[in-house]
């Protein structure tokens, strides 16, 4: 019952919302509409036929080569590490020739930062967090938790 | 994935505890989904494998490195670690910079000694120097530059009001006011509604935390004005109207 209504205010709150969002997209030039519906196709390509069976493929690998307890710990890095180098993309790519930094201009004050490095870094402790946590979880099960022999116990 | 779903005899014996009448003991779960199958065949609860939990939290942690990864743009106390902002938040004066005078092609015009300013309202006119600029009274505004681009820059600046200088060429305060700069393009003007005309935090800024303005900064005058986009701004003034 309560699934239903959540499902149904969800509903009631989503079209009025689509429908603004599509009488914004309506108002756009043919080419601008052609644009996103290129960009919106291509995305979902690149995602479910490139992106999608690589991560299965990996994964799959994963825990072949993996023993179990480093899964978890894995994937959430693995995820984290991907997100990461995606995002970092456009500040760590070079610049395409003859095209300046976003405004035209040759401002200083943009792209100062030591982008390679703070991944590096970033990554580097997202891994050492992985290690951390497979020791931890090693050293829980090598001593069970007293309160948990208490309750078998009982 | 084929393997049956793991027998639990606890949750068995509990079952049987109802009677004999009960019909056979059967899994009182629903089945796992695909999903659910997919990710976690058979540990459920065992350490390191993968729970639906644990994908929750991993899903929660790098959607909150990504936000740090940034939010140093607006968040000042974040800055140090957000390692692939665009722009450090750093810059001349303190303050980062868009469009650079050079690239507004206003370098040679902006630092002429030709340099006036131009206030008109109706029909009256009235030509400033910078020297007669910088004997009005001075005002002092805590206001940030805050860019769509998505990064925002507090500073503290000074100069002469706006409605001082409509008042100067007995302007009507409930006007909107235009401002025009030296250079030419897509933000050379901007109109500044009434209400941010009346504003005393509203400046023609001649100074930037203590200093003149350099000249990407907007040397000589530039608007600052509370809660309008930096694109409005608008730098290397060369006159404002009153409409």
């Known amino acids: 019952m309560t699934t239903r209504l959540i499902r149904a205010l969800l509903i009631v709150g989503a079209v009025p919302v689509a429908w603004y969002g599509l009488s914004l997209i309506w108002e756009m030039s043919p080419a601008d509409i052609m644009s996103i519906v290129v960009w919106l196709i291509a995305g979902l390509i690149v995602h479910d036929a490139v992106f999608a069976p690589l991560c299965i493929a990996t994964g799959h690998a994963a825990k072949k080569i993996l023993s179990q307890r480093w899964w978890a710990p894995v994937l959430a890095a693995g995820s984290a590490t991907v997100l990461l180098v995606l995002l970092a993309l456009p500040v760590i790519l070079p610049r395409p020739a003859g095209k300046a930094a976003p405004g035209g201009n040759e401002s200083l004050t943009i792209l100062d930062r030591p982008y390679g490095l703070g991944l590096t870094l970033a990554v580097l402790v997202i891994w050492a967090l992985v290690v951390v946590m497979v020791v931890r979880n090693r050293h829980a099960r090598s001593h069970p938790h007293d309160d948990v022999a208490g309750v078998h116990g009982a | ?243």
Not at chain 2, 22 to 45: E, K, L, M, N
Not at chain 2, 99 to 107: C, E, L, N, Q, S
Not at chain 2, 164 to 170: A, F, P, Q, R
Request: with cysteine; glycine share 8%.
């Open chain 2, 1 to 243: 994935m084929t393997t049956p779903p793991p027998i639990d005899p606890e949750r068995d014996a509990v079952v049987d505890d109802h009677g004999t009448d009960d019909p056979p003991a059967v899994p009182r779960d629903p089945p796992p989904s695909v999903y659910a199958r997919f990710v976690d065949p058979s540990t459920q609860g065992a350490p390191g494998a993968v729970t639906r939990r644990a994908i929750l939290r991993g899903a929660v942690a790098a959607a909150g490195l990504a936000v740090l990864a940034f939010a140093g743009q607006t968040v000042p106390f974040l800055k140090w670690i957000s390692f692939l902002a665009p722009r450090s938040g750093d810059g001349p004066q303190g303050v980062p910079i868009n469009r650079t005078a050079a690239a507004a092609g206003v370098t040679m015009a902006a630092q002429s000694r030709e340099y006036t300013f131009t206030v008109t309202a109706g029909g009256r006119m009235k030509v400033l120097t910078l020297d007669q600029l910088r004997e009005m009274p001075q005002h002092d505004s805590d206001l940030p530059i805050a860019c769509v681009e998505g990064w925002s820059a507090q500073a503290t600046w000074r100069g002469v009001r706006v409605r001082d200088l409509v008042e100067l060429v007995g302007g009507d305060l409930d006007r909107d006011v235009r401002f025009v700069s030296l250079e030419r393009g897509l933000y050379a003007v901007s109109v500044l509604p009434a209400n941010f005309v009346r504003n005393p935090s509203s400046l023609v800024a001649l100074e930037l935390h203590g200093e003149t303005l350099t000249v990407d900064h907007g040397y000589p005058c530039r608007l600052i004005t509370p809660n309008r986009p930096g694109v409005l701004q608008t730098k290397w003034l060369a006159r404002m109207e009153v409409l």
